[in-house]
């Protein structure tokens, strides 16, 4: 079965911290690829990155990292030096080659609060 | 252009109102979803449309109708909806409706009120 697991509901940090947003996941298939999104309060959910599962490389993006560990499933979200309009809902989800209509399997969501 | 765009952006309707929400894409992709979100919880995938075909249906209840007029447009028709019906609808829509390259790209959401 796939599921995705952000165990932490709610973060808040203050501004210029570093902060990581864990993931794990889970999945029978070889092939998949895993995404994280950032919904802030004005709703719309905005896509930040797609890890597939034969990349293991860890991604830079300006402040943004990601470290993808096959080995303990996991797809962890580091903001380095947070700003308040890091203020939102980050949500992981994974998706699978063969699943029918590319369905994504979002986790529960970590809600990040950046105080001035 | 890589935006999706929704309409409206706000709607309230009774239980007996019929109306619709619109979503719009113009970057060539031919899936296309339906989400419910409720607040504090994770998109709830309803519908899916690939190739202008609905290929998934989340059980959804008949109260929701989508449509595809064509590749860049969706619909949700609402008809009878009951308050717990109430919250951000969101549209997306990506190049395949397989994993592969399935970034999905989402609008801006429709906030829905059921009175």
């Known amino acids: 079965a796939q599921k995705v697991t952000q165990a932490q509901t709610e973060i808040s940090v203050v501004e210029k911290e570093d902060v990581t947003l864990d993931c794990v996941y889970e999945?029978?298939?070889?092939?998949?690829?895993l995404f994280w999104y950032k919904q802030p309060p004005s709703g719309e959910l905005v896509f930040l990155i797609r890890r597939n599962s034969f990349d293991e490389q860890n991604e830079i993006s300006g402040r943004y990292s990601w470290n993808f560990q096959k080995s303990t499933s996991s797809f962890n979200f580091t903001i380095t030096a947070s700003q308040v309009v890091d203020s939102a809902v980050y949500f992981c989800a994974l998706s699978e080659l063969y699943n029918q209509g590319g369905k994504l399997i979002f986790g529960q969501g970590t809600e990040l609060s950046v105080k001035p | 252009d890589t935006e999706v765009t929704q309409t409206p952006k706000h709607l309230v309707m009774g239980m007996t109102n019929k109306k619709s929400l619109k979503c719009e894409q113009h970057?060539?992709?031919?899936?296309m979803y339906w989400y419910k979100q409720k607040a504090k919880k994770p998109p709830e995938l309803m519908f899916v449309y690939s190739y202008e075909k609905l290929s998934i249906n989340e059980s959804v209840p008949s109260r929701f109708s989508p449509e595809c007029p064509n590749s860049s447009l969706l619909n949700l028709h609402l008809h009878a909806l009951q308050p717990e019906d109430s919250a951000l609808y969101l549209c997306?829509?990506?190049?395949?409706?397989?994993?592969?390259?399935?970034?999905?790209?989402f609008g801006p959401g429709t906030r829905l009120t059921v009175l």
């Open positions: 970057m060539g992709h031919r899936a």
């Open positions: 997306a829509s990506s190049q395949e409706g397989r994993g592969e390259g399935n970034e999905q790209f």
């Open positions: 999945t029978r298939d070889t092939t998949y690829y």
